[in-house]
């Protein structure tokens, strides 16, 4: 079976980032944790995975951020899986935004689901899935049939968050043995994530995940293939691989390393399709040399190249026009100014420092929203305006057209009368990544550098005499 079997169609249409790599590893382990010498094998089964896909229902289409999203991977997942019914779709984890509304929450959800088309057979639990609160998340699984897998977190009464593992059978009649057992289990580190760190691990008794991982092999012993989802960081990985044998596949999620090549550690290849659901990874195992399968791993960039699917189009504009009609979003991504104020008001004192932010992207941030017809998309509107959501902010491009900008007070935020009231703002002038970041994160702007765009925004120093 050739690696390349599984573009059919769709070939002239992805752009592709690939790396065919073929290891051979034994069914069976030496310790005897699985069955060998069985006829049924492995034998044409596509893994599909990717994560982190942060709630995305479609890429924005700015020139910055034209990949990814859930609606390009269920399209070309539908296109593989139609070709390939022997096929598993597995995700890694934080298939939910960091800071979702229940309105985003519910479109996610039904986009998972599938709903006509073949769903996610298992999501790995992650740390922005417990942030939404277990009474929230075990709602949402029962009500959209979500599969999420999680074997070492345990809730206030001691019972597993959600199932530990699952398994799928291929092959095989009513009458007859399956031809071929797939196990998936999914571990998560203990630890709190981001910056600042995002606590999730309130109420729940998180175990070592080597210690779960050991005994999910035990519990999997009689299937042909084990597959692990390591919501954690790729040391953590990669040493869960070096001591937990019988593992054949680890799918990486959380960390941020895109392995363009498979990582051969201990008896598992590792694979890991990085941030922001910008690549969907399918591994081909095909039968190889003395009844051992071999693995066949192909990285492709959700680009612009592939087409969406229509539902999952379909349900973000019935997003957007829902979540329209909610109050914006608060999220404290910048400093707060006294009040919001066109940039013109800033230039009557600063003029040098008015012409040079003219020729910034800053000063057309609403463009791509026009473009792209998403003005009601209050993602897209809070961080290519000012001060959206907040009192005084903005409110339309007809309403408050010189708001409709990323002005002085994204990262100046002080008023006009400053030196009247004897403000002086130095110590808030200074610019941080994180202070940028909180628009260009990865999500937002996947291949935004902080050293190479700061230089772009500052101003020139400023002249002499000029009122500061």
Known sequence: MKSHSIHFRMAAAMACVTAAVAVGLGVGCETGARK???????????????????????????????????????????????????????????????????????????????????????????????????????????????????????????EFVAAPHIVMEFGGGEEQQAELRVGIFSVIADRAYGFPPMEWRSGLTVESPIEAAEREVLELMDCDLVVAISHQPIEDTRELAAKVRGIDIIISGHDPAVLLKPEKVGDAIIVGTGPAGRILGTIVVAPGPDSRPRFALTMTEL??????????????????????????????????????????????????????????????????????????????????????????????????????????????????????????????????????????????SPNFDYYVAKPKILHRPPAAGSRK
């Open 36 to 158: 060998s010498g069985q006829q049924g094998q492995p034998a044409g089964l596509v893994l599909l995975f990717s994560g982190d896909d942060q709630g995305v229902l479609a890429a924005c289409g700015c020139p910055s951020n034209p990949s990814g999203g859930l609606a390009k991977r269920e399209a070309l997942a539908d296109e593989i899986r139609r070709a390939r019914p022997n096929s598993i779709l597995i995700d890694s984890g934080d298939l939910f935004p960091e800071k979702p509304g229940a309105v985003k929450l519910r479109y996610v959800a039904e986009a998972a689901a599938g709903r006509g088309h073949r769903p996610f057979d298992a999501i790995g639990m992650g740390d922005q899935e417990f942030a939404v609160g277990l009474p929230v998340l075990r709602e949402l699984m029962e009500n959209y049939d979500l599969r999420f897998i999680c074997s070492n977190v345990y809730d206030q009464a001691g």
């Open 303 to 444: 680009s612009a190249q592939v087409p969406d699917s229509r539902r999952v189009i379909d349900l973000y504009w019935q997003y957007v026009k829902e979540a329209r009609e909610q109050p914006p979003p608060d999220w404290d991504l910048t400093p707060i100014p006294g009040r919001f104020e066109p940039a013109d008001v800033c230039g009557k004192c600063h003029e040098g420092e008015l012409r040079q932010w003219l020729t910034t992207r800053h000063a057309r941030s609403y463009e791509p929203i026009r473009k792209s017809g998403r003005r009601d998309d209050p993602e897209c509107i809070l961080c290519h305006t000012m001060g959206y959501g907040r009192p005084g902010g903005f409110v339309s491009i007809d309403k408050t057209p010189p708001l409709g900008r990323v002005t002085c007070q994204a990262c100046h935020p002080v008023t006009s009368d400053h030196v009247e009231r004897n403000v002086k703002p130095e110590a808030e002038l200074r610019i941080s990544s994180r202070l940028c970041m909180s628009c260009h994160g990865p999500v937002q």
